[in-house]
């Protein structure tokens, strides 16, 4: 089934740098990929969908120029969040846009911390 | 348009005992519909899947998940718990290009 690997699966930074979020497929070009995010307590929400060669579609109350997505080839998307905030502070997970037996579609999950 | 209602939030049983995770969806078209676990500070694992063939699903761990149109429903079940099963579970539908709906999730809790 598809294989996604995502990076890093912790990360703590402080507020107002940015950080950066990678996801790769690694045995499928995924031409969508999907962010999203969990806060604590919560369920997850999609954030927005990722598209090779194109600008990433957002959802409603997603600020994207916070959040910069980049699908640059078939098996990477980014996820940048920018001038982090502690309420950014999130469970970050991607998905490819691939249903297989499976199931293996998302990302372990990045725990992002602001400080 | 596409939502997943999971009716609690906590479920509490004994180890051994039945597990029911309840699931309710709201969908414009036939959905594809799935559970989900998340262990603490894991990812996501997929239980199962309903994709129109069978309605009675049986996934991984000795779960299962019955498709009721008439009800709008896929529930969870697990005719004896495990330790092991305590977890968060997530019911979810897909919606136009793969995206996927989240329900709140059901936090199970395993009592020995």
């Known amino acids: 089934g598809a294989v996604v690997s995502q990076h890093p699966s912790r990360v703590i930074c402080k507020s107002g740098t940015s950080v950066k979020i990678e996801c790769r497929s690694l045995?499928?070009?995924?031409?969508?990929m999907f962010w999203y995010r969990q806060f604590p307590k919560q369920s997850l929400m999609l954030m927005a969908t990722s598209n090779e060669g194109s600008k990433a579609t957002y959802e409603q109350g997603v600020e994207k120029d916070k959040f910069l997505i980049n699908h640059a080839s078939l098996t990477l998307s980014t996820l940048t969040v920018t001038s982090a905030h502690p309420e950014d502070s999130s469970f970050y997970i991607c998905s490819v846009g691939k249903l297989d037996n499976y199931g293996y579609t998302f990302g372990s999950g990045t725990r992002l911390t602001v400080v | 348009a596409q939502s997943v209602t999971q009716l609690d939030s906590h479920v509490s049983v004994s180890e051994g005992t039945p597990v029911l995770l309840r699931c309710n969806y709201s969908s414009s078209y036939s959905p594809s519909l799935f559970w989900y676990v998340q262990h603490p500070n894991k990812g996501l694992q997929l239980l199962l899947k309903y994709t129109s063939a069978a309605t009675l699903v049986k996934g991984i761990n000795g779960f299962e998940a019955e498709f009721k149109k008439s009800e709008t429903s896929f529930h969870l079940t697990k005719p004896s718990a495990h330790m092991s099963d305590a977890a968060e579970y997530f019911c979810?539908?897909?919606?136009?290009?793969?995206?996927?709906?989240f329900g709140s999730g059901t936090k199970l809790n395993v009592k020995p």
């Open positions: 045995d499928f070009q995924a031409t969508t």
């Open positions: 979810v539908v897909s919606g136009d290009f793969n995206k996927f709906y």
